[in-house]
């Protein structure tokens, strides 16, 4: 936890602390969180100050009370500099991450995210950039695919369906297929493999995902 100088001091209000992290919008922009480490907190704050920086890594100060409830005073834009983005690329070589565990339901899953992918996924878009830079990187390949389906957008998307293996006939493919559906539908928020309704797990296309994911692009560029 970081707080502020002050954080001894209690306020009715809460207590003063400063932290730096995502933040994200929910139910229509109307609920904030901010994703700090592995904590989470719900935002208060100007709307319209918030809607400037969704998706962004920002460090916020102001107040928290005990129920994590966050009121801001102060947000400013927080950038990683770009060895520090690589740092903690470096680390996944050896970060024991385990393939990602559905709970039964197409929307509920279990990342089993290490350290240092959270705080690359807390970078932020920022670090789309570089990752793309590591896709074809044998080692981190799966790592590389599922972060940018959290700080990713639509330019993530063609290199991603590229590094997808074509058949996925033995488990490390199946594996590396089951990552880049997950990061895919995440960026797309499509139903090419699973349905969004919820329900049971039904994937769409087991044999080969990458010629439908494929297909959603082609189909999408028809319309352009």
């Not at 690589?86 to 929307?107: F, Y």
């Not at 058949?167 to 590396?176: F, N």
């Not at 539908?185 to 493999?193: E, K």
Request: hydrophobic fraction near 35%; include cysteine; charge should be negative.
């Amino acid at each position: 936890m970081i707080y502020g100088a002050a954080c001894n001091r209690q306020s009715s209000s809460g207590i003063p602390t400063t932290r730096t992290g995502i933040l994200l919008a929910r139910d229509d922009f109307n609920e904030w969180e901010l994703a700090s480490g592995t904590e989470f907190f719900y935002v208060r704050g100007n709307p319209g100050e918030l809607a400037n920086f969704e998706r962004q890594r920002v460090t916020i100060g102001g107040t928290v009370t005990v129920g994590r409830q966050l009121t801001v005073e102060t947000i400013a834009p927080s950038e990683v500099p770009e060895r520090e983005i690589r740092a903690l690329i470096e680390q996944l070589r050896n970060d024991g991450w385990s393939t990602p565990h559905n709970m039964g339901n197409p929307t509920d899953w279990q990342f089993n995210f290490t350290e240092p992918m959270i705080r690359l996924l807390q970078v932020g878009p920022a670090a789309q950039k570089i990752l793309l830079q590591y896709l074809n990187d044998q080692r981190i390949k799966d790592h590389v695919i599922i972060l940018l389906g959290g700080v990713g957008d639509e330019r993530s998307v063609g290199p991603i369906i590229d590094a997808m293996p074509n058949k996925g006939e033995d488990a490390g493919q199946k594996r590396l297929n089951l990552i880049a559906n997950l990061a895919l539908t995440n960026i797309t928020v499509s139903g090419v493999i699973w349905h969004h309704g919820g329900g049971f797990l039904v994937t769409k296309c087991p044999d080969n995902p990458k010629s439908c994911w494929g297909g959603l692009v082609a189909e999408k560029r028809e319309h352009l």
